[in-house]
C-alpha cells in the first residue's frame, strides 16, 4: 500500500525561478495538507483542503506561494519567484475524516534550497 | 487561541530506564490529541490518539500516553526506552467541530527531541 508520494525529493534553485512541488496522496483520503518545517519555525500549516476545496489557507506566507489540487489524486504547491528564504523541507499529509480517524499520514518530503 | 505546549526542548534517558514526554493543550471542545515520531531525514510517522474513550492510549512500538481532562495534558510515555526511540516527538491536537467531528487540520508542539544513550 503505497504511503504519501511526494516530488522532487531535494530541489536547489537560484533566487527568482519558479519551484513546482507536487504530492500524490494516499488513495481515498479526502483531506491533503502542506506543511512547511524549518529550524527556526518548526512545523507550519500553510494550506488544506477538503474533498479537493482549499479550506485554509491562512498559513501560506506570501502571494508567492500557490496551491492547487485539481482532483483527488494529485497537489501541487508552487513558489513563485523563490527567495532563500524559503528553503525548507516541505511535507504533504493527507488524511480520511469519514471513518474518524483523523490520523495524518506524512510524505517523505521536499527538501528544498534556495541559493 | 488554540495551542499545544512542549515545555521540554530536548529529553535524555539511559536505555531501559523509562521516559516520559510531556504535552498540554488549550482548545476549544473536545480536543482529538495525537502523536507522531520525525526520525532524521523523514516525514513524520503516526504513533497514537485519543478521541474518546480510556484515557490510556497504547500505540505502536510500545509507546502509550495518557489523556488528563483536568490538567489538558496528553504525554506520551514508555516504559523502557530503547537507543532506536531517539527521535524528534511532535504532540497534535485537533479541535472537534461544531458537529463533533474534528474539523481535521492539526495543531502541532515545537517537538521535544528524545535522546537515549546506552
Known amino acids: 500500500d503505497a504511503g504519501v508520494i511526494q516530488s522532487p525529493r531535494h530541489e536547489v534553485t537560484e533566487m527568482g525561478q519558479e519551484v513546482t512541488l507536487r504530492c500524490k496522496p494516499i488513495?481515498?483520503?479526502?483531506?491533503l495538507f502542506w506543511y512547511r518545517q524549518t529550524m527556526m519555525r518548526g512545523l507550519e500549516l500553510l494550506i488544506y483542503?477538503?474533498?479537493?476545496?482549499?479550506?485554509?489557507d491562512s498559513g501560506m506566507p506570501e502571494d508567492r506561494f500557490s496551491a492547487k489540487m485539481p482532483n483527488a489524486s494529485f497537489s501541487t504547491l508552487k513558489i513563485q519567484p523563490s527567495e532563500p528564504r524559503d528553503s525548507a523541507v516541505y511535507f504533504c499529509?493527507?488524511?480520511?475524516?469519514?471513518?474518524?480517524?483523523?490520523?495524518?499520514?506524512f510524505g517523505p518530503g521536499t527538501r528544498l534550497t534556495v541559493t | 487561541a488554540q495551542s499545544v505546549a512542549q515545555p521540554e526542548d530536548q529529553v535524555n534517558v539511559a536505555e531501559g530506564n523509562p521516559l516520559t514526554v510531556k504535552c498540554t493543550y488549550s482548545v476549544s471542545g473536545n480536543p482529538y490529541l495525537f502523536w507522531y515520531v520525525q526520525y532524521p531525514n523523514r516525514g513524520l510517522q503516526f504513533l497514537l490518539k485519543?478521541?474518546?474513550?480510556?484515557?490510556l492510549v497504547k500505540g505502536s512500538y510500545g509507546f502509550e500516553a495518557e489523556f488528563n481532562k483536568s490538567q489538558t495534558s496528553f504525554h506520551l510515555k514508555k516504559p523502557s526506552a530503547l537507543v532506536s526511540d531517539s527521535a524528534l516527538y511532535f504532540c497534535a491536537v485537533t479541535p472537534a467541530g461544531r458537529y463533533g467531528g474534528s474539523q481535521g487540520n492539526l495543531i502541532f508542539g515545537k517537538g521535544t527531541k528524545l535522546s537515549v544513550k546506552p
Open positions: 488513495s481515498g483520503h479526502n483531506s
Open positions: 499529509a493527507s488524511s480520511t475524516t469519514g471513518d474518524s480517524s483523523y490520523e495524518q499520514y
Open positions: 483542503f477538503n474533498n479537493n476545496v482549499p479550506i485554509d
Open positions: 485519543y478521541i474518546t474513550g480510556d484515557n
